[in-house]
């Protein structure tokens, strides 16, 4: 079992993205909705906030050190020493009520992030992009999904996980790390709303993929076929996304998101927070993004 408890009650109205940073010993994270960029020690300490402009989807951590972030539908860089937040690139040919979601940096050292329908009734116009260290944007797929999320790559960095949180499905793709080069897409899962509709997601050492099922208030781990091995409650009926910290990469930390249904809220008002455990297995180690 994993055992959760509180890290920080931060009450994000989207808490999203977490991202290990091994050199500083702090973990980042954002709030979609606030908008913010966050960080803090794995002891909860020094919890720090930095205002964004717009909102913001996703973050990545560079070879530099500096964030590459992703905003509504641009790509800046953030620097949390200077707190100098510059604009790179601009994401073109996004349906106007599209904006960008969950990003990773893959093993090829560029930023990958996924784009949504940001409407309530959603359509299948999400894309999917690879933004190099120099802020080349590549549109590697077009209107595949309608809310791109999960992305994550095992630690061998061949192979590829991406899901769509409204499809509800994960697919799984042959990645080639030298040059980003994805291939043999295969649709592994198709969790319903009792299973964990799929968020945000990572991969240990041991190449199964651990999504947060933000529908069902669990974390499954999942093989790269699609079985669900284990579905591990978590305190709060909305988590978001999974990220191994610490040294040995076996301390995993949880965010969430608060509901807009207010009975569930009150039966849960830590909803929005950060939640850390011990895990039985490592994280398989996250790459830089290549700006250095």
């Known amino acids: ?162 899901s769509d949180s409204r499809g509800p499905w994960i697919d799984r793709y042959d990645f080639e790390p030298s040059s980003g080069r994805l291939a043999n897409r295969m649709r592994i899962a198709t969790l319903d709303e009792a299973m964990g509709r799929p968020d945000g997601g990572a991969c240990d050492a041991e190449g199964f993929y651990w999504s947060s099922g933000v529908s069902a208030g669990r974390l499954n781990r999942i093989s790269r076929d699609g079985e669900i091995l284990a579905s591990y409650p978590v305190p709060v009926p909305a988590p978001t996304m999974p990220c191994f910290c610490g040294d040995d990469l076996k301390t995993l930390v949880i965010t969430s998101l608060k509901p807009d249904n207010p009975d569930v809220l009150a039966s849960a008002p830590q909803s929005g927070s950060l939640f850390i455990a011990s895990s039985p297995v490592a994280g398989a180690r996250i790459e830089r993004w290549a700006d250095a």
């Open 1 to 162: 079992m994993l055992e959760f408890r509180l890290l920080k009650d931060v009450r994000c109205g989207i808490g999203e993205s977490p991202v290990w940073d091994d050199r500083r010993q702090i973990l980042f994270f954002i709030d979609i909705k606030a908008p913010a960029i966050h960080s803090i020690r794995l002891d909860g300490t020094e919890h720090r906030v930095w205002t964004m402009p717009k909102v913001v989807g996703s973050i990545g951590l560079g070879a530099s050190g500096r964030l590459v972030v992703a905003l509504e539908r641009t790509i800046a860089v953030f620097d949390p020493e200077s707190e100098s937040l510059e604009v790179l690139a601009e994401i073109d040919g996004e349906p106007a009520s599209n904006r960008l979601n969950d990003g990773k940096v893959g093993p090829d050292g560029a930023f990958w992030i996924g784009s949504m329908d940001d409407r309530p009734q959603k359509e299948p116009r999400g894309s999917l992009y690879r933004v190099d260290g120099g802020g080349r944007v590549t549109r590697v797929l077009e209107h595949a999904c309608l809310v791109s999320n999960g992305l994550a790559w095992s630690a061998d960095g061949r192979t590829m996980f991406h």
